[in-house]
Nanobody, 115 residues
Framework: QVQLVESGGGLVQAGGSLRLSCAAS????????MGWYRQIPGKQRELVAT??KYADSVKGRFTLSRDNARNTVYLQMNSLKQEDTAVYYC??????????????WGKGTLVTVSS
């Protein structure tokens, strides 16, 4: 089993910055990918950033980085806009102890951007 624990969400004014963190722990052989998605109530969950792709709406403002030694992924969010308000979910694709490709999600962290 793999646990993803997110932190760093909160309330920020428009134009401000936040940094989200997500640490993976548990039993796995390797992590193939980590990234961030977000969901606004009533809407579908959407991709924010992976190591190979950013949503058009966040390009130039958000930066994803990984610390492989700590099994941690970060999302630096700058120039935040009200439309960035959402619950942000960490995602990881791992190879588990049985050599299976498995997807895991964190519980989510709320980001609220005020005017």
């Amino acid at each position: 089993q793999v646990q993803l624990v997110e932190s760093g969400g909160g309330l920020v004014q428009a134009g401000g910055s936040l940094r989200l963190s997500c640490a993976a722990s548990g039993s796995f052989l390797s992590i193939n990918a980590m990234g961030w998605y977000r969901q606004i109530p009533g809407k579908q969950r959407e991709l924010v950033a992976t190591s190979t792709k950013y949503a058009d709406s966040v390009k130039g403002r958000f930066t994803l980085s990984r610390d492989n030694a700590r099994n941690t992924v970060y999302l630096q969010m700058n120039s935040l806009k009200q439309e960035d308000t959402a619950v942000y979910y960490c995602y990881a694709r791992v190879i588990d102890a049985a050599w299976r490709d498995m997807d895991y999600w964190g519980k989510g962290t709320l980001v609220t951007v005020s005017s």
